[in-house]
């Protein structure tokens, strides 16, 4: 099987983990800059340029979009799609998980466990939405933030008042949430493939912090998820249609409480944590991809139901 990742840095962990998984089973595996393909539009002949060669005949693409490269690697992605190349991550669903706002409205209205949030358009009533979340202390995030940069606990009402004033001013988009003390500074993260819990490990962060990011110096050990805190993770991964996902829960009185979904999650932390190939994990669900690929092509069919266009709105998941 030929494959790619789409990467930006080809010495990255997740990169060389998922190369070295690729190349045990077999396969050709190329690391490709997304950032650096050009894109060729033109009827019935959709192509990508990358280093002066065309890109041809890849059997699957395996997606590691940054946050900041959402755009443009998306669009990367959906011309793969558009080649009829399977990729591990759809580029919907990339940007569906990628906006804080609109993958919590598809997770509330799938039934997901999350903690109280509220969103303004820039109201002057800043204490009526501290109430709508339960007062303070308060989490506020940017919704722009990764890796744990924007967040901030506002621990009185004041504090928040002024956190949430002074984003207004410099017209950031935030969302308010209600803070979960009994999780005390830890989350679970669950590592999802192909519809499976493949490994989870839980977080804590370290003295006085109460963020858990691996990249804030929080510290990651082994945890054997509840059968309620799986069936959260399987939820939140189907509703916003990921194939793989990173998804991080707190655990609170009333059950696990999804926070975020991550389309490109790490693999050093989780590895390392649980002593799992979660690398050999994705390379073998492209692998069911490529495969599902050949089957369909191979079927013959006459008749075949028009495909959704790629860069179709819908939130409905079309996996």
Known sequence: ??????????????????????????????VIDHMKCNLVLEKGAPGIVYLDNKLEKFDAIIPRIGASATFYGTA????????????????QAIIRSRDKLRSMQILSRAGVGMPKTAFTNYSNEVSELIGLVGGAPVIIKLLEGTQGLGVVLAESEKAAQS??????????????????AESKGADLRAFVVNGEVVGAMKRQGKEGEFRS????????????????????????????????????????????????????????????????????K?????????????????AGTKKKAPEPMPDSQSDTPQR
């Open 213 to 280: 990011n691996l990249h804030r110096g929080g510290t990651g050990t082994l945890v054997k998820l509840t059968r309620a805190e799986k069936a959260a993770a399987l939820l939140a991964t189907k509703a916003l249609g990921l194939g793989i996902a990173g998804v991080d829960m707190l655990q609170s009185k009333r059950g696990p409480l999804v926070l975020e979904v991550n389309s490109s999650p790490g693999l050093e932390g989780i590895e390392k944590a649980t002593g799992l190939n979660i690398a050999g």
């Open 163 to 180: 956190v949430i004033e002074a984003f207004h001013n410099l017209k950031a988009r935030i969302i308010v949430q209600e803070y979960i």
């Open 282 to 298: 994705i390379i073998e669900y492209t692998e069911e991809l490529a495969q599902r690929k050949v089957k369909k092509e191979g």
């Open 76 to 91: 990367v992605v959906r011309q793969f799609e558009m080649m009829k190349v399977k990729t591990a991550v759809e580029s």
């Open 1 to 30: 099987m030929k494959l790619a990742i789409l990467s930006r840095e080809p010495k990255l962990y997740s990169t060389t983990r998922l190369v070295e998984a690729a190349r045990q089973r077999g396969h050709d595996v190329a």
